[in-house]
């Protein structure tokens, strides 16, 4: 996977480079027409999420007889990758480490950067330069806007460039958890997500997760969107203009059970206060953005009920034994989602399907 001379001499100062928009940064971070960097949610066309899922399935399959598991785990054996969480995490490290697993690839990993050589004042684009002279992946969170994406670009300079698959970064983007929210919606509705009714829900302005989720629709034809939230943390105008752009209609409200009534998917989320910057989520009554066991018998009966999770109190536990609370087997499928991701970023995926 070496990059050409072409690609890394021609390529600007990353303080040229990152304020680009996305769609002119993307081919930089493509290999032969294929995703090589996984960095942004907008990178996912609906031929290669069908893909994806289509290869996310196929390994569940084949992966319930030892045979199947012991072929796929060969696939990518000679391959390593390192997870590099800068930032707490349960789901994504997990579903990441297990993922590799279930392909293959060896992994090593640091979630406490104090264990880390930058204590001693080593730069983190230093650390991350130095992964690469390990592994064949990076997989990467972060607190600080675009350093994921800093990661890439750096690694694409170098001798050694090995792809960077962005596990969340910053407030901006979650493009592997949209990866798997858009499975767990194309596994609840048997492939057909066109002309859905989506409601987002909560903590929209600091949500990574609801922000990514927002550019896949851009996928489906008829989506509709609402966006449930206080008027303190509602969704960003950027995304708002992009669906604007993209011709996908959406609303703004506060009246949480007006839009759960037509909704095919309800997506919750918690509030965000590790962004506070001086205690405001304590000013917010968050409470009538929570879903709560009476609400079940306001939804439809085939609405799936989603979150990425953590929850705190946004979804009452009793909500958990309903057919369509979604999430336990949505974070299930992020494993799924992301071992098929991986095997696609190293060209195997059609020797899963
Ligand atoms: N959904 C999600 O990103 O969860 P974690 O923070 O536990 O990884």
Request: hydrophobic share 35%; aromatic share 10%; proline share 5%.
């Amino acid at each position: 996977m070496q990059r050409t001379q072409e690609m890394t001499s021609v390529q600007p100062d990353w303080e040229n480079f990152y304020p680009r928009p996305v769609s002119d940064k993307v081919p930089f971070f493509n290999k032969d027409g294929r995703v090589y960097d996984c960095l942004f949610a907008q990178q996912f066309n609906r031929d290669l999420l069908t893909l994806l899922f289509r290869t996310a399935d196929r390994l569940r399959e084949v992966t319930q007889h030892k045979d199947g598991a012991d072929y796929v785990s060969g696939l990518l054996s000679d391959k390593r990758a390192m997870l590099y969480f800068a930032q707490p995490s349960t789901r994504t490290f997990m579903s990441f480490l297990n993922a590799c697993h279930v392909i293959g690839v060896k992994t090593s990993e640091i979630r406490d950067t104090s264990t880390s050589s930058e204590v001693k004042g080593e730069t983190p684009e230093d650390t991350v330069r130095t992964f690469s002279s390990y592994v064949d992946m990076i997989i990467m969170r972060h607190p600080a806007p675009n350093f994921v994406e800093k990661t890439a670009w750096l690694m694409n300079r170098t001798g050694r460039p090995v792809p960077v698959v962005n596990g969340g970064s910053g407030k901006d983007q979650h493009p592997t958890q949209a990866l798997l929210d858009v499975y767990t919606l194309y596994r609840s509705f048997n492939g057909d997500l066109d002309g859905r009714h989506v409601v987002m829900v909560g903590d929209l302005k600091r949500g990574r997760t609801v922000r990514s989720l927002s550019y896949l629709m851009k996928n489906y034809s008829g989506i509709r969107l609402s966006f449930v939230s206080p008027k303190e943390f509602r969704m960003e105008p950027d995304i708002l203009e992009f669906l604007k752009r993209h011709g996908i209609p959406y609303e703004e409200t506060e009246d949480f059970k007006g839009a759960m009534r037509t909704a095919d998917a309800i997506y919750m989320t918690r509030i965000q206060d590790e962004h506070d910057k001086a205690g405001e989520s304590k000013a917010v009554d968050y409470s009538p953005f929570y879903f709560k066991r009476e609400h079940l018998k306001d939804i439809k009966e085939n609405c799936i009920i989603m979150h990425p999770l953590p929850r705190r109190h946004e979804i009452d536990v009793a909500v958990d034994a309903d057919p369509r609370a979604m999430y336990w087997r949505q974070e299930r499928n992020g494993m799924w989602a992301r071992a098929a991701l991986i095997a696609y970023i190293f060209g195997v995926d059609g020797k899963i399907r």
